[in-house]
């Protein structure tokens, strides 16, 4: 295994493609249940923020972000189409009947801003263990579908048809 | 922003590693000898160990619980001392002036001013009191993943020292990396695929 901090610099961009094709499988409605390999429908959405990178090629980068509930995505969409990269993003998780909002980086997978269903966290000092279980069984939940996601994208990613499959589409969502 | 707040923010780490007398046993001596101190050194600017999740205010693993199911889960309590250095750059001109008037002299010479520093900052130091700032921490030992409820580098440098230190287990950030590496969903002919990447060219033209 390669050094920690060398596996960090030279590997995050794996994690900004991931954001990106995730943004691809929204825009084109793509059947996340099955790449999640979830039994309960899974659904994304973008939520209320997205940033994207665009290396400009004399190190210097170019970095757009759009914040607010209602923005347009177009400004990232243009982003895209002169190559950047998303690099966080917030999104909306449905695991079946449950709903998680959270903003995710692409380079250090950090998860801020995670809302979790709602559990009762007004019990007695007794019941804090059945809390807790509880919250972390909702938490590993969006976790996993997170990381089944992101080695399935791995998994594209290193194929041998990648270039003529999926990086073909990818393109062809871009440029549309 | 915690395990049972309504929002959380989280990195998660892979921990390799058994403990000898049991998983149980030696996180609760690890605790105890790394809980955070009760009596604060006034001298200090940080102090930093563990606490019970339920209890961070009291130290005490000897009564209170860790494991919770088949988690253990405790928190990391940094107290901290922060000087603004507006008030250092107060106390440091007024002392400044007593010292030119005491030695009779218009101007203090690099020392003098070093050593006023340094005192004003120790005395300031002393007077501040300890900010706490608590940091959960969820390990599921058996599958061994670990959340620490923190992004902040900071607090994750320090969880890392202490985690080991307390634990003697190397906690791994899990980022895009390491997942592929950990995950164990790829044999090492495909990892080195995924070491021969490089990044994509997405817009297709150059």
Same mark, same amino acid.
């Given at each position: 295994?390669?050094?920690?901090?060398?596996?960090?610099?030279?590997?995050?961009?794996?994690?900004?493609?991931?954001?990106?094709?995730?943004?691809?499988?929204?825009?084109?409605?793509?059947?996340?249940? !099955?790449?999640?390999?979830?039994?309960?429908?899974?659904? %994304?959405?973008?939520?209320?923020?997205?940033?994207?990178?665009?290396?400009?090629?004399? +190190?210097? =980068?170019? =970095?757009?972000? *759009?914040?607010?509930?209602?923005?347009?995505?177009?400004?990232?969409?243009?982003? %895209?189409?002169?190559? !950047?990269? /998303?690099?966080?993003?917030?999104?909306?998780?449905r695991?079946?009947?449950?709903?998680?909002?959270?903003?995710?980086k692409?380079?250090s997978?950090?998860?801020?801003?995670? +809302?979790?269903?709602?559990?009762d966290?007004?019990?007695?000092?007794?019941?804090?263990?059945? %809390?807790?279980?509880?919250?972390?069984?909702?938490?590993?939940?969006?976790?996993? /579908?997170?990381?089944?996601?992101? %080695? =399935?994208? *791995?998994?594209?990613?290193?194929?041998?048809?990648?270039?003529?499959?999926?990086? =073909?589409? *990818?393109?062809?969502?871009?440029?549309? | 922003?915690? @395990?049972?707040?309504?929002?959380?923010?989280?990195? $998660?780490?892979?921990?390799?590693?058994?403990?000898?007398?049991?998983?149980?046993?030696?996180?609760?001596?690890?605790?105890?000898?790394?809980?955070?101190?009760?009596?604060?050194? #006034?001298?200090?600017?940080?102090s930093?160990?563990?606490?019970?999740?339920?209890?961070?205010?009291?130290?005490?693993?000897?009564?209170?619980?860790?494991?919770?199911?088949?988690?253990?889960?405790?928190?990391?309590?940094?107290?901290?001392?922060?000087?603004?250095?507006?008030?250092v750059?107060?106390?440091?001109?007024? #002392?400044? #002036?007593?010292?030119?008037?005491?030695?009779? $002299?218009?101007?203090?010479?690099?020392?003098?001013?070093?050593?006023?520093?340094?005192?004003?900052?120790?005395? @300031?130091?002393?007077?501040?009191?300890?900010?706490?700032?608590?940091?959960?921490?969820?390990?599921?030992?058996?599958? $061994?993943? @670990?959340?620490?409820?923190?992004?902040?580098?900071?607090?994750?440098e320090?969880?890392?020292?202490?985690?080991f230190?307390?634990?003697?287990?190397?906690?791994? $950030?899990?980022?895009?990396?390491?997942?592929?590496?950990?995950?164990?969903?790829?044999?090492?002919?495909?990892?080195?695929?995924?070491?021969?990447?490089?990044? @994509?060219?997405?817009?297709?033209?150059?």
């Open positions: 295994m390669l050094d920690i901090a060398t596996a960090y610099n030279k590997y995050g961009f794996l994690g900004n493609e991931f954001l990106t094709w995730i943004w691809y499988l929204v825009e084109t409605d793509q059947d996340i249940t !099955a790449l999640s390999g979830s039994e309960n429908p899974v659904t %994304l959405e973008i939520g209320n923020s997205i940033s994207l990178e665009n290396n400009l090629g004399d +190190k210097s =980068k170019e =970095k757009i972000s *759009i914040k607010g509930d209602q923005a347009g995505l177009e400004e990232g969409t243009t982003a %895209l189409k002169k190559g !950047a990269w /998303v690099t966080d993003m917030n999104l909306i998780c695991i079946g009947e449950e709903e998680y909002k959270f903003s995710i692409g380079e997978f950090n998860i801020t801003g995670l +809302k979790t269903p709602t559990i966290t007004s019990s007695s000092e007794d019941e804090i263990e059945g %809390l807790i279980i509880e919250k972390t069984f909702l938490i590993m939940k969006v976790i996993k /579908v997170i990381d089944t996601l992101f %080695l =399935k994208f *791995i998994e594209k990613r290193i194929s041998d048809d990648w270039n003529t499959s999926d990086l =073909k589409d *990818i393109r062809a969502w871009i440029q549309s | 922003m915690g @395990l049972i707040s309504s929002t959380h923010s989280i990195s $998660r780490y892979y921990v390799d590693g058994n403990f000898f007398d049991g998983a149980a046993e030696g996180i609760r001596q690890g605790l105890i000898e790394n809980a955070i101190p009760e009596i604060e050194n #006034e001298y200090d600017e940080i930093a160990g563990w606490t019970p999740l339920e209890t961070p205010y009291n130290p005490d693993f000897e009564s209170a619980s860790f494991i919770f199911g088949t988690y253990f889960a405790f928190s990391l309590r940094i107290d901290k001392k922060s000087i603004p250095a507006k008030l750059q107060k106390h440091m001109a007024i #002392e400044t #002036e007593k010292k030119k008037k005491e030695s009779g $002299r218009p101007f203090i010479s690099k020392n003098e001013k070093a050593e006023i520093k340094e005192m004003v900052i120790d005395i @300031l130091m002393h007077k501040t009191p300890f900010i706490p700032n608590i940091y959960d921490v969820l390990w599921d030992y058996d599958n $061994r993943n @670990l959340i620490l409820f923190s992004t902040q580098n900071a607090a994750n320090l969880f890392e020292t202490l985690f230190k307390s634990f003697d287990h190397k906690p791994i $950030r899990i980022f895009p990396y390491t997942l592929i590496e950990k995950s164990g969903n790829f044999a090492s002919d495909k990892k080195d695929r995924v070491t021969a990447l490089a990044p @994509l060219n997405m817009k297709g033209v150059q």
